[in-house]
């Protein structure tokens, strides 16, 4: 399993309190850092580290601190929507161990000089709202939080921002959006880091990416990276496995684990089931046969296979999935979900979703084939990443299991119907 | 005018002038307004416009593009069950038609003691226990419809009190 | 300046121009639906994708999202971009009703025309198509949202560009809804725009709804005359009926919009009661008859009295044709006159206006786009010249702080600040504001002498109210900071003076700030014309009326009595008179009692025509066609009868111009009067103002000039600017006058689709005003007035000044009983006369 780092001292059944956590070295790193160090030093240390976004994209932190801009007040918002279908690991990262995820959000507040964070997080998870809700006040009482964190000259404050629930107020702009009481549609046309949130510098950083802060502030960046297995990589990834295998969850596992690996510690296949194909990262990215279980779980790796480790939600199908039936699926999630901005994504999505769902049915015809081709490429011209996402199983279908479309178009059905 | 009870409006206008922008309130006064008169209702698009000074058709906006706020009426309980791919993989779309079945209504429908409305929902999160469902902010996995009908059961029974997102 | 090349061509543009806008340069339309010049790029439609061949950008990328750079290579044509914008075509056309046939956008509709040059001919998706119910949205805007494409454009001109937020965007991905939150009439009088913005049939004319395909009208560019703005038209004719006008982009004046007042008001033309046809008593007779019949019974009144004895009124809504000829008349024959103005004190504060405007000073509604700090004195821009207020909401866009110095319950869709004082206290503001601007030794020091001395001159009284007072410092010292602040003053209901202190003002801060603007509003769409042509010399035709010198007066396109705020003492000095002739397209009181009537043409028909909006600009109106009345008409409805004619039905109206040049003519027995070329010779030897006209080209007239004098005619600043203007006997109120946008204005208040809009006429006091007196929203009062009695009902609000009664000048209401100048009332002259309905 490797050394847990964000999961440490995992309960079944609860979540790790403030006493917990301080026993295992927990808000050191605050306070080692808070009046001491300065947040350029702190940028510097997360930039050294090789931290890489755990929200889908993986820009490295770093980085993206750097380019903070210069007014005030400054607002991080750490992201906790997590709809991307199959992804968990928010969710158990918060239930964790709650405090482990508020001192990476202080220290990353202090790296950036927040005055300000919104904890945005989805309405599905209204038990961990409210659970982050009163840690933070625990947090405050004991000073980590508020007015002169410290006793240092630091303030910052955390509130908890409850979405009203769709997918697409997880993409940093719309979610700025969201929080201002507008339409949440994604805005390309700003620099967050300037002008976000109230016009004002804002960093958007996945919770998981700020839960990372606190150990490698405590143990160094070199550690960090060497936490990895991948060549370039660095720290752990928790991974959620879900679908047919024995124990599906959520492990914290060194980045770049490969697949089977992963897949192990899952418990494997379940009774009765073989590998067909597995989505390595969420329902945005590409389905990948058995040929690629030797995969390592890594930004980089995968990229080089064309596929993208996303939010590193594994989702296994087995031989009795039909993937035509998943992909409707998804697209139906897609089409439901869509903000209707941009034109590929509005009724570009719905027409592939009409065309699977015939292929489903039994209607399929073979100029589909490259129609879906087509227009799933096209989808990458859209106005923001949610389109290409919803693209990226109809090409991974399409590469990897064109004869499954084709048997649907040749027998009339469905080949799994009735199975 | 207003049909708010006073308290609750002096509440949430306090709580919109807290706020350091108004707007920042817009979804928890839609909350707020939700729990209270059952839904979203018309009025209480009007009564959010009123209190965080915007027009109806900007809250409107909003509230039309939500999945958690219902612009009409729904059941004490509204039942999320997730129709996202790894619940699929489980019941292709069993848990929904057992729901509606068993209660005799159809996508969001109420049933008829006013207690339930059904809603296909996108991956709740919880597909570790997939099939899944979410009820009142509490989730529920490994669905059968044994365990449904204990579910259901219980919710009839127990009083509990509706959380913000429901 | 980078340099691209689109298509192999290079082109050179500025800095931050888009590359779908280099393209446009060159000639290439890129296909688009999102972008629009006057909104920007969004990037949502997704249909104007190129290939970037070489350079910084690679692949295909939206061409209006992208700056043009150096080096850029770009190919509209490229395989990859265009399969793409195909699919993008089908995309929109997944659901799209394609019912082109009964759509009224159809012949002018871009998703038609993209569709086509898309290559999008044959349907592949075989899905339901979602539908929508669509929304009663007023009178103006019909809805069909079934053909909606998602474009935005209807959305943010609403929301952004105009500040009004009662329509917008519903629901999410394709279930997304344009519309307002229940259905209603739209409130933004510019909602018209969305119309002309929308790239399909979804939002489509109403009152001109199945009137006819764009390629059966007449279409012209034309000229709005419902305020002194001067937006511009394109203007449509079919049958002889006025169909529809469209807003036509001027850089300089109205950009790409126009306001629902503009766009609606032209149906004063196609007025069933219009006078079509000239009278000689109650007798209906041809045209040359009545005039020469006019011209004899002028001829002997002035042979009986003197040429004295015969007066011309005209008015600001004429052409400057019609203006000039006018005036070359009234010399010609040495009649009184002309007077273009309904009353002394307003011919006066116009004049003032026009005397302090120069090409230093003037600023265009474009130019005040750019301003960041806007006074606007004494007026209400919503309602007087809307068109202002959309230049105001883009200023402040820009960040420009815009305050507001005006007793009215002024509404602007923007962020404003606005001071609600006595029009008595507008010129005191205006003072304060400039010494709160800059400190005494900045003034003395840096101003050059005459403004330092104009600067010594300034009296500080305060103003009564601490906390309006505190206000407008506040606002001086953010004055201060600001580097091109420009004045907007209305000549209407303010003091005489306020005009010229506002020009004061300006100057003032043109001396401190290096720049300084200077934006008049003025009363009617020629009024500019009018007030160089009126010269300095006074005209008061009503005294001379009344005291009986004057025996004929020849009103021309003009009503006083509608217009003359003292209608008994006009109806009696009416009495005075021999003859009146009347000339005029409105059915108006005044044309009905003219004892011979000759009918003239509008800005639509049969003549070129020339207007000089606020800011000193000539510009053009184009025939549309020959005017006659409307078929719909003849035929009332049904076939029009077949008998055939050699002649228009109803065509016999000529321009004003035309018949005054006639009448000249005939009175003097000789075909003098100047031709149209002439006239311009003729006006510009008659005001330095018009001096440029003379050597103007027919092109330079089509595109319009701005006629500016380099150097205002008027000394530079006002000898007195301390002089406090009158103010009302202790415990009275000042009535004011006001416009309204919609059924105050005199031709739009002949327009129905207008008048189905118009708000009904109110008085308008001060809350706690009206609760002192014991009286209530909503009740019928009696306004006692010097000239009789006005049953009108009672509005109150919070954000107004205090000692003042508003009521518009409704078409609805018989207000013409105050008299000129300011009117005082005591408050007991305001009387309930029921309870609230
Ligand atoms: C459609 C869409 C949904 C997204 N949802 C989430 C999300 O739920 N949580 C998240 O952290 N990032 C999400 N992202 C990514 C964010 O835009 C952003 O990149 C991320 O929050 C940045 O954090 P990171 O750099 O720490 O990964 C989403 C992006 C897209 C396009
Ligand atoms: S791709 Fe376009 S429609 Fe889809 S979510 Fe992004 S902006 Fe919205
Ligand atoms: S109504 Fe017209 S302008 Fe508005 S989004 Fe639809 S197509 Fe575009
Ligand atoms: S602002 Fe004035 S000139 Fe412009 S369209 Fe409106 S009424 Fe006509
Ligand atoms: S797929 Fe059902 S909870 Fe995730
Ligand atoms: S015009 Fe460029 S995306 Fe719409």
Redesign the pocket.
């Known amino acids: 399993m490797g050394e847990q780092v964000l999961l440490l001292n995992r309960q079944p059944d609860r979540p790790l309190s403030l006493e917990e956590y301080r026993q295992s070295g927990g808000y050191e790193a605050l306070m080692a850092a808070v009046g001491k160090r300065t947040p350029e030093e702190l940028r510097q240390l997360v930039l050294a580290s090789g931290l890489r976004g755990r929200g889908g994209a993986g820009f490295p932190a770093g980085k993206k601190w750097s380019f903070i801009g210069k007014g005030h007040p400054r607002y991080l918002i750490p992201n906790t929507d997590e709809m991307e279908p199959g992804t968990f690991k928010d969710r158990v990262l918060v239930n964790v161990n709650p405090h482990l995820v508020l001192e990476g959000i202080i220290l990353s507040a202090y790296a950036i000089s927040a005055a300000k964070g919104i904890f945005f997080i989805r309405p599905s998870y209204e038990m961990d709202a409210e659970l982050i809700e009163r840690e933070l006040g625990v947090a405050r009482e004991a000073g980590f939080l508020g007015e002169n964190i410290l006793g240092s000259d630091f303030s910052f404050d955390l509130v908890v921002h409850r979405s009203a629930g769709r997918?697409?107020c997880g993409?940093a702009s719309?979610q700025v959006n969201a929080i201002m009481g507008r339409r949440p549609?994604?805005n390309k046309e700003v620099h967050m880091t300037d002008a976000g949130l109230w016009g004002k510098p804002t960093i958007v950083n996945n919770v998981e990416t700020l839960a990372c802060v606190p150990a490698i502030l405590r143990k160094g960046p070199d550690w960090f990276k060497g936490l990895a297995r991948s060549k370039d990589g660095a720290g752990t990834k928790l991974f959620c496995v879900s679908g047919r295998v024995n124990r599906p969850g959520c492990y914290e596992m060194p980045m770049g684990t490969p697949f089977n690996e992963i897949l192990d510690e899952a418990g494997g296949m379940s009774p009765g089931s073989e590998l067909k194909a597995f989505l390595p990262g969420g329902a945005s990215t590409s389905f990948m046969p058995p040929k690629f279980s030797q995969v390592q779980m890594d930004f980089e790796p995968l990229k080089e296979t064309g596929n993208r480790l996303g939010t590193g939600a594994i989702m296994v199908f087995d031989q009795n999935t039909c993937l035509v039936g998943a992909t409707l699926n998804l697209l139906d999630y897609?089409t439901r979900?869509?903000?209707?901005?941009?034109?590929?994504?509005?009724e570009g999505?719905p027409f592939i979703r009409d065309l699977l769902l015939r292929l489903e049915h039994g209607e399929g015809k073979e100029e589909f084939i490259p129609m879906l081709k087509q227009m799933a490429h096209h989808?990458f011209k859209?106005?923001?990443?949610?389109?290409?996402g919803?693209a990226s199983p109809v090409l991974g279908l399409l590469h990897h299991f064109e004869a499954e479309i084709r048997e649907h178009i040749s027998q009339r059905q469905c080949p799994f119907k009735g199975k | 005018m207003s049909t708010l009870p006073p308290e609750l409006q002096t509440e949430l206008a306090q709580q919109v002038a807290a706020a350091d922008h108004p707007r920042e309130q817009v979804i928890n006064i839609m909350y707020v307004l939700q729990k209270h008169y059952g839904y979203m209702s018309d009025e209480a698009v009007e009564e959010a416009a009123a209190l965080l000074d915007m027009t109806p058709l900007e809250v409107e906006e909003l509230a039309t593009f939500y999945d958690f706020i219902y612009r009409e009426a729904v059941g004490k309980f509204v039942i999320h069950v997730c129709d996202g791919v790894v619940c699929w993989m489980f019941h292709e779309g069993s848990v929904f038609d057992y729901l509606c079945e068993k209660l005799g209504v159809c996508a969001g429908g109420v049933s008829a003691d006013g207690m339930f409305t059904v809603l296909p929902s996108a991956c709740l999160g919880f597909c570790d226990h997939a099939p899944a469902m979410l009820i009142n902010g509490v989730f529920y996995g490994h669905l059968n419809p044994e365990k449904i009908d204990a579910i259901l059961e219980k919710l009839r029974r127990e009083y509990c009190d509706l959380v913000i997102c429901r | 300046m980078p340099t691209l090349r689109i298509d192999q061509r290079e082109i050179s543009v500025p800095q931050g121009t888009k590359v779908i806008e280099a393209a446009e340069k060159l000639g290439i339309m890129i296909p688009r639906f999102c972008y629009h010049p006057a909104l920007g790029s969004l990037g949502?439609c997704r249909m104007c994708a190129v290939k970037f061949m070489e350079g910084p950008v690679k692949g295909v990328e939206m061409s209006c999202m992208v700056e043009a750079a150096d080096g850029m290579v770009v190919s509209t044509t490229d395989p990859e971009a265009m399969e793409f914008r195909r699919y993008v075509i089908e995309w929109l056309m997944l659901n799209h009703p394609h019912d082109c046939p009964i759509c009224d956008a159809g012949g002018q509709c871009l998703l038609q025309d993209e569709t086509v040059s898309g290559g999008h001919g044959l349907r592949r998706y075989q899905g339901l198509k979602r539908t929508f119910e669509d929304q009663y949205l007023g009178e103006f805007v019909q809805h069909e949202m079934n053909r909606c494409i998602h474009c935005w454009r209807c959305r943010r001109f609403y929301q952004e560009f105009a500040g009004y937020f009662d329509y917008g965007a519903m629901q999410i991905?394709n279930r997304m809804y344009f519309g307002r939150f229940a259905p209603g009439p739209l409130e933004s009088p510019f909602a018209g725009n969305i119309i002309d913005l929308c790239p399909t049939g979804v939002l489509t004319d109403k009152p001109s709804r199945y009137k006819g395909r764009r390629w059966d009208l007449q279409r012209g560019p034309s000229l709005c005359l419902h305020c002194s703005l001067g937006c511009n038209l394109v203007g449509s004719a079919r049958y002889r009926e006025m169909i529809r006008v469209e807003a036509r982009f001027h850089g300089a004046v109205n950009g790409y919009f126009i306001c629902d007042r503009g766009r609606y008001g032209f149906a004063y033309a196609n007025h069933p009661d219009r006078p079509r046809q000239a009278r000689v008593g109650e007798e209906a007779a041809p045209l040359d008859q009545a005039l020469k019949t006019a011209a004899q019974r002028l001829g002997q009144i002035r042979e009986r009295y003197g040429p004295g004895a015969v007066a011309a009124w005209g008015s600001t809504r004429s052409s400057l044709e019609t203006l000039g000829m006018l005036q070359w008349l009234c010399q010609d024959q040495g009649w009184r006159g002309p007077q273009f103005f309904p009353q002394a004190s307003l011919a006066r504060r116009v004049k003032a206006a026009v005397a302090r405007l120069d090409t230093g000073m003037a600023v265009s509604l474009r130019d005040l786009e750019n301003a960041d700090f806007i006074v606007v004195a004494g007026a209400d821009p919503v309602q007087e010249a809307p068109m202002l207020a959309l230049a105001l909401r883009q200023a402040a866009r820009r960040g420009a702080t815009v305050a507001v110095i005006d007793p009215r319950p002024v509404f602007l869709p923007l962020e404003y600040e606005h001071l609600p004082v006595s029009p008595g206290d507008i010129d005191l503001c205006l003072n304060l504001l400039s010494q709160a601007a800059r400190s005494e030794e900045a003034a003395t020091g840096k101003l050059e002498p005459d403004a330092a001395r104009f600067y010594g001159l300034l009296t500080s009284t305060n103003l009564e109210d601490p906390l309006l007072q505190e206000r407008l410092l506040a606002l001086g010292r953010k004055l201060q900071d600001c580097l091109r602040p420009v004045i907007v003053c209305n000549t209407d209901m303010v003091r005489e003076t306020t005009p010229a202190r506002a020009a004061d003002q300006a100057r003032l801060l043109q001396a401190d700030k290096g720049q300084a603007g200077l934006f008049y509003l003025l009363p009617g769409p020629n009024a500019y014309g009018a007030a160089l042509l009126a010269g300095r010399e006074e005209v008061d035709l009503l005294a001379a009326m009344e005291q009986g010198g004057v025996k004929a007066l020849v009103v021309v396109e003009n009503d006083p009595l509608g217009s003359c705020p003292d209608q008994e003492r006009l109806l009696r000095a009416l009495d005075n008179l021999e003859l009146l002739v009347g000339l005029d397209y409105l059915p108006s009181a005044t044309a009905a009692r003219s004892q011979i009537f000759l009918p003239t043409t509008t800005v639509f028909e049969k003549e070129f025509s020339h207007f000089i909006n606020q800011e000193g600009r000539l510009q053009q109106a184009v025939p549309l066609h020959q005017g006659g009345t409307p078929i719909i008409q003849v035929g009332q409805g049904s076939h029009p009868p077949r008998t055939f004619l050699d002649a228009i039905p109803g065509g016999e109206p000529r321009p004003g111009a035309g018949i005054l040049a006639d009448l000249a003519a005939a009175l003097s027995g000789e075909p003098a009067p100047p031709t149209a070329g002439d006239l311009w010779d003729y006006l510009s030897g008659e005001h330095e103002g018009f001096s440029q006209l003379a050597s103007l080209t027919a092109s330079a007239l089509g595109e319009g000039v701005h006629l500016l004098p380099a150097e205002a005619q008027e000394p530079a600043w006002s000898p007195e600017p301390g002089e406090k203007p009158p103010e009302p006997p202790a415990g009275q109120l000042e009535l004011l006058l006001v416009d309204q946008t919609f059924g105050t204005e005199e031709l739009g208040s002949y327009a129905a689709p207008l008048q189905k809009v118009e708000e009904e006429p109110h008085l308008l006091l001060h809350t706690d005003l009206a609760a002192d007196l014991g009286l209530a929203p909503g009740e019928q009062v009696a306004l006692l007035l010097p000239g009789g009695e006005v049953t009108v009902r009672l509005q109150t609000a919070q954000n107004m000044a205090p000692g003042v009664a508003i009521m518009p000048r409704h078409r609805r209401l018989h207000w013409q009983k105050t008299g000129d100048g300011p009117v005082w009332l005591p408050p007991e002259n305001i009387k309930k006369l029921s309870e609230p309905l």
Do not use: D
Not at chain 1, 337 to 346: K, L, Y
Not at chain 1, 382 to 388: I, T
């Open positions: 997918y697409i993409e719309a549609h994604p897609f979900e869509s903000c209707g901005f941009c034109t590929p994504c509005r999505l989808m859209a106005y923001c990443a949610f389109a290409p919803a | 949502a991905g």
